[in-house]
C-alpha cells in the first residue's frame, strides 16, 4: 500500500517537475526580448515573478523526487525475492560405481 502511495507521488512529482523545467525562460531568453519577443509573455506573472516561482516549484519538485527515488530504492533492496525453484531439493550427482575388479580366470578341467 505504501509502496503504490509513494510511486503515485514519484510520478506526479516527475510529471510536474518536467512541466516546470520546459516553461522556465532560458538564460539566452535576454536577447529575444530586445527584439519584442520576451516582453508580452512575461507580462502574466509580472516582471520577476514566473522566474522565482517556477524555480521555487522545480526545487520543490527536486527534494520530493530524490527523496522518493531513495524510498523506493530502499524498498526495493529489502524485498525478498521469491524463487520458483526454492522448494525443489538440490540434485546430486549418483555416486560413481566401483571399478570392475577382474576375474580370476577359472581353472580348466583337464
Known amino acids: 500500500m505504501l509502496l503504490t502511495i509513494v510511486s503515485t507521488i514519484h510520478i506526479i512529482v516527475s510529471i510536474i517537475m518536467v512541466i516546470a523545467v520546459l516553461l522556465q ?20 506573472f509580472g516582471s520577476a515573478g514566473p522566474a522565482t516561482l517556477l524555480a521555487k516549484v522545480t526545487y520543490a519538485c527536486a527534494g520530493i523526487f530524490m527523496l522518493t527515488s531513495l524510498f523506493l530504492t530502499y524498498s526495493a533492496s529489502r524485498r ?31
Open 25 to 44: 525562460v532560458g538564460k539566452g531568453a535576454s536577447i529575444g526580448s530586445t527584439f519584442g519577443g520576451g516582453a508580452s509573455s512575461q507580462t502574466i
Open 80 to 110: 525478498r525475492s521469491s524463487s520458483i525453484m526454492q522448494n525443489v531439493p538440490a540434485a546430486t550427482a549418483p555416486a560413481p560405481a566401483a571399478p570392475a575388479q577382474p576375474q580370476a580366470p577359472a581353472a580348466q578341467p583337464k
